[in-house]
């Protein structure tokens, strides 16, 4: 694999805890990857320490082999668009855009010109930011970090700042801009929907530490701890001697469950509830063990119905 | 573990913090442990036996309480009659209420002393009235600075009230109404204990600046002492030794009280309702009752202006042509000329000029560096910083002066202390740490408002320390920075406590002028000084208002 960014065993202690706990992550170049954790699970605190705002106290962060631990911020040559954008407030467009140029007079007005062509907002150089939608702030935040061509683009939930009709407009914008600047870009987000659909991979994090990584199809199917496969989707607890066979508890998403006649069934349970999605359903299921939902065409049971359950897929065996 | 090896890497401030905590300490700490050093050697019996000092420190406690009583009377309902109800002209008048705020202490002093002294108008008009010969009334001892310190400190219960009933949520008084409290219980149950906050603010602020008073004590004091005029009075007697003592036990009381206000109330300041909207201005239907309003807001406004038409009136009269009559005979600009024309008489403007403007540009540089590191630091070091900044406020001018006097008059380098003293630094000195606290808490509260990852965000786009300072934290900081350079500005300006223990021929203030003028029997020369700080001190805010205002975004 083409190691673009490397993390290698990162480590950030606070005193009451690990934010961090030796973390590696390897990155391609031109790779999307999304950080995706619950709050407290430690991606803001891994950007933070990519970014070169916190020092590790232990572990190395490599670029195409260079060691840029000990580097200060902007020595390293990452891009950073910030939570709520951090544009300053002072400066119009242009002049936030400019800030981290190095390039003086008409190199940086072309500069300038380029990075706010490049999302869609060119000619906008005298606006004042507060007059910007946040959609529009976003981009210039975007715009200005990626002015000084770095090497990695690094976002804190971007999207997390505008309301829900926006989002889904804005999210489709970025990906398309970084996909056509071609930039390394690491993510963070608690939004699954959000890393799946931005993220080329998924980098699942809690309490500091990496659970798995991966695309969101492995993730879904092929979850590698308990953590993930209860985080992403959706999952019942039935015995594993019902889920054929095995000690313990197994962990089934409700799609790989099918309703079928009481004869057949090892588990056997009364239709409560349905709740109606298009041509399919979630039903829920009173078992001896508890309830279970089951994920079936919206007409293959009636609420009251006595259901046997067949297993098709385990995703995860505790 | 490595945690408690972060805790230490974390926990390690950068050199330039800790040597910006040492010259705090030098400037605001160091002189009030040479005041205790010394103090430990004056005859701490004959302190304790004598009842001048006990009554001097009684006055100084009694009338600082009694001066909050009384502030409180006027300002509280004040802010409630301007918060709550409209009648005509009470956008104006609200504004000029707060007008004695901008009066320099030793002018309001003198305005007082022109007004309703012996020789005043308002006696000299009864005078007149009734045809004695005698002033009805002297204008002397507790009585006298109890009134000036009523007038001049209401405004800080009405600003605080005001701005305390302007952040109360209607819906809060609503709900009260809606479970059955009448007027009264919600005053009592609702209104008050949210304001309680405010109250117990100006409450500290009206103490310690009731306790820090030197002007009208030293003025209208006569016979009877406070701590301020007694620490004075021993100073110039000779007994340096009594005067030391004497100060370390006025700085005990201010800190006492200070720490003691703070640890009780001081949590909860900040604890206040937050964004809701104001209750409506309730409209005087009654037309009777709303003329009667105005009416009585506007006399009571030209109450409060009085002193400073007063002012104006005697800076117009030409010395020694105003004896018996009830109204000046004569009127001329002649002592605004002689103030203007005659070098000897311009200097001492054009002293607490640069001297004001070096004193708030350094306040303002001391304040923004301590921001960087209370705003950047979680650690001991940013609380050591932040108290270092506000402590100045807590201790009286005369203590002040008297420390940095008895500090900077050994020469000493290995004790970094050089001989300061009848140089032209030591006053400027004073002022910087005196507006320090003012300074301090404006842009303190600015560093609060940014937004961390503005300065992250200039990092990252490769700007150096300097450059982010320039560029983005001081233009962010730009109302904060107007608005504590303006306070400190006219607070430096109208200094009197310290400067009369401080300065020289060469570097003296207007405020010693106006003093020496009015010794001299030059009282329109005076006033026309006294007009003059007035103006400028006005024109300082009005600008610090202005680009305050600009710099928001």
Not at chain 1, 272 to 288: E, I, L, P, Q, S
Not at chain 2, 353 to 376: D, E, H, I, K, S
Not at chain 2, 474 to 495: E, N, Q, R, V, Y
């Amino acid at each position: 694999m083409n190691d673009f960014l490397r993390i290698e065993g990162l480590v950030r202690a606070f005193p009451e805890r690990r934010a961090v706990d030796d973390l590696t992550i390897t990155v391609a170049r031109g790779e999307f990857l999304a950080l995706l954790g619950p709050s407290g699970s430690g991606k803001t605190t891994t950007l933070r320490l990519l970014a070169g705002f916190e020092s590790p106290d232990a572990g190395r962060i490599l670029v195409e082999g260079e060691d840029v631990t000990r580097l200060t911020p902007v020595a390293r040559r990452f891009g950073m668009v910030f939570q709520h954008y951090a544009l300053f407030p002072h400066l119009d467009v242009g002049e936030n855009v400019a800030f981290g140029l190095t390039e003086r007079g008409a190199a940086a007005t072309d500069r300038v010109a380029q990075a706010l062509a490049m999302v869609d907002l060119a000619g906008f150089e005298r606006r004042r930011v507060t007059e910007l939608s946040g959609g529009q702030q976003q981009r210039v935040a975007l715009a200005r970090s990626l002015a000084p061509s770095p090497r990695v683009l690094l976002l804190d939930e971007p999207l997390s700042n505008l309301d829900p009709a926006l989002r889904e407009r804005t999210r489709r914008e970025l990906r398309e801009a970084i996909a056509r600047i071609g930039i390394t870009t690491v993510f963070v987000t608690h939004e699954q929907e959000e890393a799946f659909d931005l993220g080329d991979r998924i980098a699942v994090l809690n309490q500091g530490r990496l659970e798995q990584v991966g695309s969101a199809d492995d993730l879904y199917d092929h979850p590698a701890s308990e953590f993930v496969a209860r985080f992403i989707g959706r999952v019942n607890e039935l015995p594993g001697a019902l889920a054929g066979g095995g000690e313990g508890t197994a962990l089934v998403r409700p799609e790989a469950l099918r309703l079928v006649a009481t004869a057949e069934a090892a588990l056997r349970g009364t239709v409560t509830a349905r709740r109606f999605a298009g041509g399919y359903a979630f039903f829920t299921v009173a078992t001896d063990g508890g309830g279970v939902e089951v994920f079936a065409p919206h007409d293959a049971a009636r609420i009251g119905d006595a259901v046997g359950l067949a297993v098709d897929r385990v995703a995860y065996r505790l | 573990m490595s945690a408690p090896r972060a805790a230490a890497r974390r926990a390690r401030p950068s050199p330039w913090a800790l040597l910006l905590a040492a010259v705090l300490a030098w400037l605001v700490v160091y002189p009030l442990l040479i005041v205790a050093g010394d103090a430990f050697r004056a005859d701490a019996g004959a302190f304790a036996r004598s009842p001048a000092e006990w009554g001097a420190l009684w006055a100084s406690v009694w009338t600082s309480t009694a001066s909050v009583g009384l502030a409180a009377m006027v300002g509280v309902p004040l802010a409630f009659v301007f918060e709550r109800y409209d009648f005509p002209g009470r956008k104006t008048l609200g504004a000029l209420v707060a007008l004695p705020a901008v009066m320099p202490p030793l002018v309001g002093v003198i305005a007082f002393q022109f007004l309703y002294g012996e020789s005043g108008f308002v006696s000299r008009a009864i005078q007149a009235v009734l045809g004695t010969a005698h002033a009805p009334w002297r204008l002397q001892g507790p009585v006298a600075i109890l009134l000036v310190h009523a007038y001049s400190m209401y405004v800080y219960f009405y600003l605080f009230t005001r701005a305390g009933l302007a952040r109360l949520d209607a819906s809060m008084l609503e709900a009260a109404a809606s479970l059955g409290a009448g007027p009264w219980r919600t005053f009592r149950r609702v209104t008050l204990p949210l304001l309680k906050p405010a109250l117990a603010g100006a409450a500290l602020l009206t103490f310690m600046t009731a306790l820090a008073s030197f002007s009208a004590p030293y003025i209208f004091g006569g016979g009877f002492r406070t701590m301020t005029t007694q620490i004075v009075a021993t100073k110039l007697n000779g007994d340096d030794a009594m005067a030391m003592l004497e100060t370390a036990a006025l700085t005990i009381i201010a800190v006492l009280v200070f720490v003691g206000i703070q640890k009780t109330e001081g949590d909860r300041l900040v604890v206040s309702v937050g964004k809701g909207t104001p209750p409506a201005l309730r409209r005087i239907a009654n037309p009777v009752t709303r003329r009667l309003a105005a009416a009585a807001g506007w006399l009571l406004t030209t109450l409060l202006l009085l002193p400073h038409a007063t002012l104006l009136l005697v800076s117009l009269v030409p010395d020694g042509t105003w004896t018996i009559q009830a109204l000046p005979p004569r009127y001329s600009v002649g002592n605004y000329a002689t103030l203007f024309e005659d070098a000897e008489r311009l200097r001492p403007l054009l002293n607490s000029l640069w001297m004001a403007a070096v004193a708030t540009a350094a306040a303002l540089a001391l304040a923004v560096a301590a921001g960087q590191v209370v705003a950047r630091g979680k650690g001991r070091l940013a609380g050591v910083v932040s108290a270092l900044v506000t402590l100045p406020w807590a201790v009286p001018g005369t203590v002040l002066a008297i420390a940095l006097a008895a500090l900077f008059s050994v020469r000493s380098a290995l004790t970094l202390r050089w001989v300061l003293v009848g140089t032209a630094v030591i006053l400027p000195l004073a002022y910087t740490i005196r507006s320090l606290p003012l300074a301090g808490r404006a842009v303190f509260a600015g560093f609060r408002q940014l937004d961390p990852s503005l300065d992250e965000a200039a990092q990252s786009l490769g700007a150096g320390r300097w450059r982010r300072l320039w560029r983005v934290t001081l233009p962010l900081l730009k109302p904060a920075l107007a608005a504590g350079g303006g306070l400190a500005f006219i607070t430096a300006l109208g200094d009197f406590v310290v400067s009369i223990l401080l300065y020289t021929f060469d570097t003296r203030p207007i405020s010693i002028e106006i003093l020496s003028s009015l010794r001299l029997g030059s009282v329109g020369v005076a006033a026309a000084f006294g007009v003059v700080l007035m103006v400028v001190s006005a024109v300082a805010l009005g600008v610090s208002a202005r680009v305050g205002a600009a710099g928001v975004a």
